[in-house]
């Protein structure tokens, strides 16, 4: 292993048609990297059509930490995954950055200060959501409140403490190797399933809520449907192979979808079945109004919408996935624990 004086840090970021933001990415990555360490970015890519991969060859010329790697199998779980074997070999450090993120100066230092004061296995960071449109502000304000994530601490949350899941940025990489990596069956959710492998393995995650990075909603409302139905979908999956990782905020979005859709059936019969349906919609209006007045915008309106549609997406992916998708449960000798020096990778 490597000393403290020497340590290594491999920084992951997986891109696919990332021309407009790649670059200040990396950028903003590379000031104020932590004193006394080795740090290697690499942009994996998962086959960008729109000048991504030759504008990060471009960069290359110009910075001597950054690399390239081709990642065949598209997704970012294999991006992190493909980066950590191939290059991870001596990496103390293993962080995971978005392309299409905003990262303050001093990220990889702070996550290093973070992991070293707590002593944490891996540091997650919350994500404060902001917009350029008006549907993209009303997503993100109501995405960092209660009815839009449901108290989620990694969602605009203040408070730092030990979690149960977070958005991933840094880990230490034996507790990412021992716990096997991402599984890369997984397109959505992996994170939260490679946060139970790693609490079952004795692993801390420390949410630090002092490291926070921006994140851009989508676009439009077809996009935030298909990525929302995608959240659910791979929810699914992760709370069958991890039986007892449900919390009630997630399970109450199906449960909620089941009851408002029989509200509306029963209410042919009798027209006080629409009580729960009414109740939802007040509660949107009223999400709504209080958005926009405190955030002094009309689109503040459309947040109730928007937080309608991510209910009602979310929970129809996890009931989709529970139909369709099979699942079977994971177990703890499923893993062995690898010798850190080699870094061999742990059976799934």
Same mark, same amino acid.
């Given at each position: =292993?490597?000393?403290?004086?020497?340590?290594?840090?491999?920084?992951?970021?997986?891109?696919?048609?990332?021309?407009?933001? #790649?670059?200040?990415?990396?950028?903003?990555?590379?000031?104020?990297?932590?004193?006394?360490?080795?740090?290697? $970015?690499?942009?994996?890519?998962?086959?960008?059509?729109?000048?991504?991969?030759?504008?990060?060859?471009?960069?290359?010329?110009?910075?001597?930490?950054?690399?390239? =790697?081709?990642?065949?199998?598209? #997704?970012?779980?294999?991006?992190?995954?493909?980066?950590?074997?191939?290059?991870?070999? @001596?990496?103390?450090?293993?962080?995971?950055?978005d392309a299409h993120a905003d990262y303050p100066t001093g990220f990889i230092r702070m996550l290093v200060?973070?992991?070293?004061?707590?002593?944490? @296995?891996?540091?997650?960071?919350?994500?404060?959501?902001?917009?350029?449109?008006? $549907?993209?502000?009303?997503?993100a304000w109501v995405s960092d409140s209660r009815v839009g994530s449901g108290g989620s601490a990694h969602?605009?949350?203040?408070?730092?403490?030990?979690?149960?899941?977070?958005?991933?940025?840094?880990?230490?990489?034996?507790?990412?190797?021992?716990?096997?990596?991402?599984?890369?069956? $997984?397109?959505?959710?992996?994170?939260?399933?490679?946060?139970?492998?790693?609490?079952?393995?004795?692993?801390?995650?420390?949410?630090?809520?002092?490291?926070?990075?921006?994140?851009?909603?989508?676009?439009?409302?077809?996009?935030?449907?298909?990525?929302?139905?995608?959240?659910?979908?791979?929810?699914?999956?992760?709370?069958?192979?991890?039986?007892?990782?449900?919390?009630?905020?997630?399970?109450?979005?199906?449960?909620?979808?089941?009851?408002?859709?029989?509200?509306?059936?029963?209410?042919?019969?009798?027209?006080? $079945?629409?009580?729960?349906?009414?109740?939802?919609?007040?509660?949107?209006?009223?999400?709504?109004?209080?958005?926009?007045?405190?955030?002094?915008?009309? /689109?503040?309106?459309?947040?109730?919408?928007?937080?309608?549609?991510?209910?009602? /997406?979310?929970?129809?992916?996890?009931?989709?996935?529970?139909?369709?998708?099979?699942?079977?449960?994971?177990?703890?000798?499923?893993?062995?624990?690898?010798?850190?020096?080699?870094?061999?990778?742990?059976?799934?």
């Amino acid at each position: =292993m490597s000393t403290e004086a020497s340590r290594s840090i491999l920084v992951v970021i997986p891109t696919l048609n990332e021309v407009r933001a #790649i670059e200040h990415v990396v950028t903003a990555l590379s000031h104020d990297l932590p004193q006394n360490t080795q740090v290697q $970015f690499v942009v994996a890519d998962g086959g960008s059509t729109d000048g991504t991969v030759e504008l990060v060859q471009r960069m290359m010329t110009t910075q001597p930490l950054l690399r390239f =790697m081709p990642n065949p199998k598209r #997704i970012q779980s294999a991006a992190v995954n493909l980066a950590a074997k191939s290059l991870g070999r @001596d990496a103390d450090i293993l962080v995971r950055c978005d392309a299409h993120a905003d990262y303050p100066t001093g990220f990889i230092r702070m996550l290093v200060e973070s992991l070293d004061s707590t002593g944490a @296995d891996a540091v997650v960071v919350p994500m404060d959501s902001r917009g350029q449109t008006c $549907f993209q502000k009303a997503v993100a304000w109501v995405s960092d409140s209660r009815v839009g994530s449901g108290g989620s601490a990694h969602r605009g949350g203040t408070r730092s403490g030990y979690v149960d899941h977070g958005h991933h940025a840094a880990f230490r990489m034996a507790s990412f190797v021992r716990a096997g990596g991402y599984d890369e069956t $997984f397109t959505h959710n992996e994170d939260a399933e490679l946060d139970c492998r790693q609490r079952a393995l004795g692993s801390k995650l420390y949410l630090d809520a002092d490291i926070r990075l921006g994140y851009e909603p989508r676009a439009t409302p077809g996009r935030l449907a298909r990525q929302y139905f995608s959240y659910g979908k791979g929810r699914s999956r992760t709370v069958r192979r991890h039986p007892g990782s449900m919390r009630l905020r997630q399970l109450a979005l199906p449960v909620h979808l089941i009851v408002l859709v029989a509200s509306l059936l029963l209410s042919l019969w009798s027209p006080l $079945f629409l009580a729960w349906p009414l109740l939802y919609l007040t509660t949107l209006g009223l999400t709504s109004v209080s958005i926009a007045v405190k955030k002094r915008s009309v /689109c503040g309106l459309l947040a109730g919408g928007a937080a309608s549609l991510m209910h009602i /997406c979310w929970a129809a992916g996890f009931l989709s996935g529970l139909a369709f998708v099979r699942e079977t449960p994971w177990l703890v000798g499923a893993v062995t624990t690898p010798p850190v020096p080699g870094r061999e990778w742990a059976e799934r």
